[in-house]
């Protein structure tokens, strides 16, 4: 018995040594099978990102030029110059779209960039027919043209971008955006959103001749119009986009829409007096918490 049980020990350590062995190379196996697995998933999670951000469409505008009518002389430097500029605009918003795709919420596109675009469209095409009409017969219905598309390009309908969130598109006050975001007002979901308030215009304005005073009430009344429905819309948007949405989405449309009006005011001033300057600075608007 004393020569067996070395013999006995020795098997049995074999067996336990086996067994362990065999115990660490499957944990190892399947250590290797499990990074595999999550190497390769997160290889193709990112390849499908890499495909979902890699297109986000392009913006298109209808054509002004070809829908103007005879363009007199003394209107034909002006209205290239606009014309010019709604090129520009364009470029610019492309060129936004490629550099925030992923950003924001659903509608991000639509109200960061699409949004900001039509209303500098609406001013620049509104400059195109009055100088037309200084001096020719004014068209109208071309604010129609004022509002472009996305043509979808990597997910979908709404292209890559349009998926990944939109917010609309020139810069406004960059310390409202802070104080709406900054404070989770937006981004956090709070109920309080705040107020919008706007430079007051009709206390800046000279003497405004009798010819203009219609035009000019009916403009300062827009303004007012227009800082009632950008405040409807910053409560009924607590809680979307991203952490610029206010910025990009409401104050900065709003800025553009206030430039066009303004410029408004200053022309039918300037038709039979003095052009008052300096009230584009009117134009930006802030966030009160």
């Known amino acids: 018995m004393s020569r067996a049980l070395p013999k006995y020990n020795k098997r049995r350590v074999a067996i336990i040594g086996g067994a362990a062995a065999m115990a660490l ?3 190892v196996i399947a ?3 499990l990074a595999g697995e999550s190497s390769e998933s997160s290889a193709s999670g990112a390849a499908r990102s890499a495909r979902t951000l ?3 469409g392009t913006i298109t505008c209808p054509d002004v030029k070809s829908k103007l009518p005879a363009i007199p002389a003394s209107a034909q430097a002006e209205v290239d110059r606009n014309l010019a500029l709604l090129q520009t605009q364009l470029q610019e918003a492309n060129t936004r779209l490629k550099n925030t795709v992923g950003q924001g919420g659903p509608n991000f596109v639509s109200n960061a960039i699409l949004g900001p675009l039509k209303d500098k469209r609406v001013s620049t ?3 195109i027919a009055v100088s037309i009409g200084r001096k020719g017969t004014k068209p109208t219905g071309l604010d129609a043209l004022a509002p472009c598309t996305l043509n979808a390009g990597g997910v979908g309908g709404g292209g890559a971008n349009a998926g990944g969130g939109q917010a609309s598109a020139s810069a406004a006050p960059g310390t409202a955006a802070g104080r709406q975001s900054g404070g989770g007002a937006a981004a956090g979901g709070s109920t309080a959103a705040g107020t919008i308030t706007c430079p ?3 206390s800046r304005l000279p003497a405004v001749p009798a010819s203009a005073k219609a035009e000019v009430d009916r403009n300062l009344a827009l303004l007012q119009t227009q800082i009632q429905e950008a405040n409807t819309r910053l409560k009924n948007t607590v809680g979307q986009g991203g952490p610029n949405f206010v910025n990009n989405a409401i104050l900065g449309p709003l800025k553009d829409k206030r430039v066009s009006t303004i410029d408004r005011i200053a022309i039918s001033i300037g038709r039979t ?3 008052p300057t300096g009230l584009d600075s009117l134009a930006a608007c802030t966030l009160t918490k």
């Open 31 to 33: 250590g290797s099978a």
């Open 25 to 27: 190379s499957g944990a």
């Open 200 to 202: 007051d215009v009709a």
């Open 125 to 127: 095409i509104d400059r």
């Open 54 to 56: 890699a297109d986000p």
């Open 273 to 275: 007096s003095a052009k």
